[in-house]
């Protein structure tokens, strides 16, 4: 099968369960195209074009394995051959290996996504309907399980350097393919739960920079502030009423 940039094979067979399941697994080889597979997602090309290289994958699907109904699918690469101009920390070469897993769980109306690009990023992330309902994603920490899904999502890491130049050159160029007739808001999403990001320095430009910087956001917190503090400012963004009081 030619698809996404690559090439797959795909095997797959079949079984009748005595409760009168029809089962359907599938394993799967091949690689894709990093730019085809960002397309396809409708990434912004500001990262598209900062995106080089094939990767190899495997994965594995079962239809009405798990209960009738349900489809679950595993993918696993090691991402070697992927190229990232993006700065740090998503900076990668070609020749490195980034081990990745996903799975993903569908059954009637909902879809449950989890993923780790080892030692980097970790998520999971529940939709119904196509609408999200919960999830979590952490930046170098390995989430650590929960026993119940909360409401809304979750944004949590710690990053030892950010260098604000460099990604400003993204940010300009995500900024330049949005409408820019499009009313800009400083509210966060409804969807977003919660924000605790630590950054121990971050370079400004080559005369300034800011350390231990921390942005903190709850939805459950009266007024649901937003809170950037670091040793050398302090910065809160409320909601009042439908303006932000600063």
């Keep these: 099968v030619d698809a996404l940039g690559g090439e797959s094979q795909i095997v797959l067979t079949s079984e009748r369960t005595e409760d009168g399941r029809f089962i359907v697994d599938g394993e799967v080889v091949g690689e894709v195209s ?10 912004p090309d500001a990262i598209i074009n900062r995106l080089d290289g094939k990767v190899d994958y495997q994965a594995k699907f079962g239809i009405n394995r798990s209960q009738k109904g349900q489809v ?15 700065p740090s920390p998503f900076m990668k ?41 919960s999830g979590r994603f952490s930046l170098f920490d390995k989430l650590v399980p929960e026993d119940a899904m909360q409401q809304g999502v979750s944004f949590s890491g ?16 995500l900024a330049g393919s949005a409408d820019r007739d499009a009313q800009v808001s400083l509210m966060l999403p409804d969807w977003v739960r919660s924000l605790d990001l630590l950054v121990d320095k971050v370079d400004i430009n080559a005369e300034n920079q800011l350390h231990n910087m921390k942005l903190v956001y709850s939805r459950n917190q009266e007024g649901s ?14 909601d009042a009423a439908t303006l932000p009081d600063l």
Excluded at 34 to 43: E, I, Y
Excluded at 100 to 110: A, I, M, W, Y
């Design 72 to 86: 679950d699918l595993e993918v696993n690469s090691s991402l070697m051959g992927l190229s990232s101009r993006l």
């Design 34 to 43: 990093s730019k085809s597979l960002a397309q396809w997602r409708s990434v």
């Design 158 to 173: 710690q990053l030892q350097d950010f260098n604000w130049m460099d990604w400003s050159l993204v940010i300009d160029d």
């Design 225 to 238: 502030p937003l809170t950037l503090t670091s040793d050398e400012l302090n910065f809160v963004l409320r």
């Design 93 to 133: 070469l070609e020749e490195d290996s980034a081990p990745f897993e996903l799975s993903l769980k569908v059954f009637q109306s909902e879809t449950l996504l989890a993923f780790d690009i080892e030692e980097m990023l970790y998520g999971t992330l529940l939709l119904k309907d196509a609408e999200i309902q």
